[in-house]
């Protein structure tokens, strides 16, 4: 039975706690740290996922170096073929690791090579094809020890 | 820049072929101090290309998200006897080149 400035002290005390709430959850339904960066490669066309695959140990003790292997489903044709990839990072200083520009003459969409992670993350690959398609897969690897240990 | 390339000697018309190259490259991230706490500059091999008898087949824009020494590994179609050059450079402006020849048969 408290006093009405009480009451209002706590409905005030109520209000702060929830306010917070609503905004910082629905930031987490959208929250992908690729969405920016992946906008900005494709000038905001549509991404669909599949058809890219990126290999990549689970486990990685090093993070230094981790081979990575590219691969999208695609004839390699004249007519159908993989026009580039581009490799990102979730979590490095500098998310773009590398884009690959492949062409009909590359004959197999696959590209494997080795990069640097600073820490654990999920990695993303997006595929450009020749009709302007843009398609992505990811793979997620566990970093025992981080490169860029100063940036972090 | 030391630099090693393989690809196959021979190969049939048409036959797509796998073609690896490592370059000995520190791809210094920007990121690191020297002993005397000097931030050491930036400096990878932004750019790499591979080009077949003139056209080009491959082509690779890369970050200090690609490792130390880095290495690729990628294919191509062998339609004639000729040669791969393949040139790289720097953001130190230093460039550097490697060739392969392959016989095609067929």
């Known amino acids: 039975m408290g006093t009405p400035a009480r009451r209002r002290f706590i409905s005030v005390l109520a209000g702060l706690a929830a306010a917070p709430l609503w905004p910082a959850r629905a930031a ?4 992908d740290p690729f969405a920016p960066l992946v906008r900005k490669i494709t000038g905001g066309a549509k991404v669909n996922s599949g058809r890219v695959t990126v290999d990549t140990p689970r486990l990685a003790d090093n993070g230094h170096s981790v081979p990575l292997k590219v691969s999208v489903v695609s004839p390699m044709t004249a007519a159908d073929h993989v026009r580039s990839i581009t490799l990102l990072s979730g979590r490095n200083p500098r998310p773009l690791m ?3 520009h492949l062409g009909p003459k590359a004959g197999r ?12 993350q999920r990695v993303l690959a997006v595929a450009l094809l020749s009709d302007g398609s843009y398609w992505s897969g990811s793979a997620e690897v566990e970093v025992t020890e981080s490169a860029c240990l100063d940036a972090s | ?9 021979q190969a049939k018309r048409g036959e797509v072929i796998e073609i690896r190259i490592a370059i000995q490259h520190p791809m210094e991230t920007g990121f690191r101090y020297d002993l005397m706490g000097k931030p ?6 932004n750019n790499l290309s591979v080009r077949y008898n003139g056209a080009e087949v491959f082509r690779a824009e890369m970050s200090s998200g ?3 020494n880095p290495y690729l590994q990628f294919w191509a179609v062998a339609e004639a006897s000729g040669e791969f050059v393949f040139e790289w450079m720097d953001d130190a402006g230093q460039r550097g080149a490697e060739r392969a020849a392959i016989t095609v048969n067929g």
């Open chain 2, 40 to 45: 050491i500059p930036k400096n990878v091999i």
């Open chain 1, 109 to 120: 969409p696959e590209v494997a090579t080795r990069v640097r992670l600073n820490g654990s």
């Open chain 1, 98 to 100: 590398a884009t690959f």
């Open chain 2, 1 to 9: 820049m030391v630099a090693r390339v393989q690809i196959p000697r």
């Open chain 1, 28 to 31: 987490r339904a959208q929250d």
């Open chain 2, 66 to 68: 690609i490792a130390a």
